[in-house]
């Protein structure tokens, strides 16, 4: 008795031990991706960050980082631009704005920014670009009293009106799409002063609720290519109350983990083919849910340098995040690598990927070397 006893209590001080130990090595690296006051949007499966920075002390410009500094992706002339969102193939999806203060899309794609304008007759906002090149967006009739309705962009120009969750007065955000052209967004009636927006998923012109936690609103922001997404649906239990959700199988599932009460505020915005979904929370400031529970990511990186991980926007397989952090009071975009690269694989996607030809791979390769690169400083 006594020996075991003894050994017992040995075997608890060393698992206590090594639990210190693990939680004292942090999981992630923070990389400053752009200067002071920018921020992060996305990041694509090779780890290429987009986002945007202080061009001026009057304008802003879309940027993207491969690892090596940043590459500024001008304005096509006009007054500032932004990036919204990066593909497999480092094609950039953004806005510029023309010096009337028109806001138009373009892509980015190796060395040479396209204007791609606007859907006639709407004010169009872009959210989001798959590898095949079809693009999400949303937008209003200028002076219309109707709502704004969402689109889906086919790579050659034309515009789906993709329609809305049967309401009177409808309005649809779409906000993500996969690469089986699968979207994600909120969809509902065109009420004041509050919308009664609730999340759907959209695939092949079928639209699915994606239900509720008790009341609204609700919305969609990211969708892998499971079709699983996540967003933020509204709580009953306090005024503007909301958690982010993981809607996986059929089932919508409140990942925050805490009980309903007043101030809870959590929301997914980005989401990985292994179902990990990274957000905001008021809690937890930026967070990672790997299938378990919520986890701050300022808990998982090392606190000697100072950093909130606050606005994650999305998470590739890999594991590595863009976000925007803050240090001194100071916003910047970053990536998270992990320290440990987890050995996953996200199988069964029956993704009809092609590999790239030899000519593709050398315009590729071209197309970077003729890139500006402006260090970053850490």
């Not at 005024?239 to 809870?264: K, M, N, T, V, W």
């Not at 996607?349 to 000519?359: C, D, F, G, Q």
Request: aromatic residues 10%; hydrophobic residues 40%.
């Amino acid at each position: 008795m006594q020996a075991r006893h003894g050994i017992s209590l040995f075997l608890l001080f060393l698992s206590l031990g090594t639990a210190h130990r693990a939680w004292a090595y942090p999981e992630y690296r923070v990389t400053v991706v752009a200067p002071a006051n920018s921020s992060a949007t996305d990041i694509n499966e090779d780890g290429v960050v987009v986002g945007n920075y202080p061009f001026s002390t009057t304008s802003v410009h879309a940027f993207l980082n491969r690892g090596k500094g940043l590459v500024d992706l001008g304005a096509l002339g006009g007054t500032a631009s932004n990036a919204v969102a990066i593909n497999d193939k480092c094609q950039v999806l953004g806005h510029w704005f023309t010096s009337a203060g028109q806001q138009r899309g373009f892509i980015y794609y190796r060395g040479t920014a396209r204007d791609i304008g606007v859907n006639a007759g709407f004010l169009t906002t872009y959210s989001d670009i798959n590898n095949d090149g079809y693009i999400t967006a949303y937008g209003a009739v200028p002076d219309s009293f109707a709502g704004p309705h969402g689109f889906l962009r086919s790579p050659g120009g034309t515009f789906r009106d993709i329609g809305s969750l049967p309401f009177d007065n409808p309005m649809t955000f779409a906000y993500a799409l996969n690469n089986h052209k699968q979207i994600t967004g909120a969809s509902g009636p065109l009420l004041f002063p509050d919308q009664p927006l609730r999340a759907f998923n959209w695939s092949r012109g079928v639209f699915r609720d994606l239900g509720d936690f008790g009341t609204e609103p609700n919305a969609g922001r990211a969708i892998n290519d499971r079709g699983e997404s996540t967003g933020y649906a509204a709580l009953v239990t306090g005024f503007r109350d909301q958690h982010a959700f993981l809607y996986s199988g059929g089932r919508l599932s409140d990942i925050d983990g805490r009980p309903g009460s007043e101030d809870s505020s959590s929301e997914g915005t980005g989401i990985n083919n292994h179902g990990h979904v990274v957000g905001n929370s008021n809690h937890l400031s930026g967070f990672v849910y790997r299938g378990r529970r919520m986890q701050s990511l300022n808990a998982l990186i090392d606190p000697a340098r100072g950093w909130d991980i606050r606005f994650p926007q999305a998470i590739n397989d890999a594991g590595q995040i863009a976000a925007t952090a803050f240090r001194s009071g100071v916003q910047y975009a970053v990536r998270l690598d992990l320290i440990r690269p987890l050995a996953l694989k996200a199988e069964d996607l029956e993704l009809e990927a092609k590999a790239a030809t030899e000519a593709e791979l050398k315009a590729d390769a071209d197309a970077q070397a003729r890139e500006v690169v402006q260090p970053v400083k850490q």
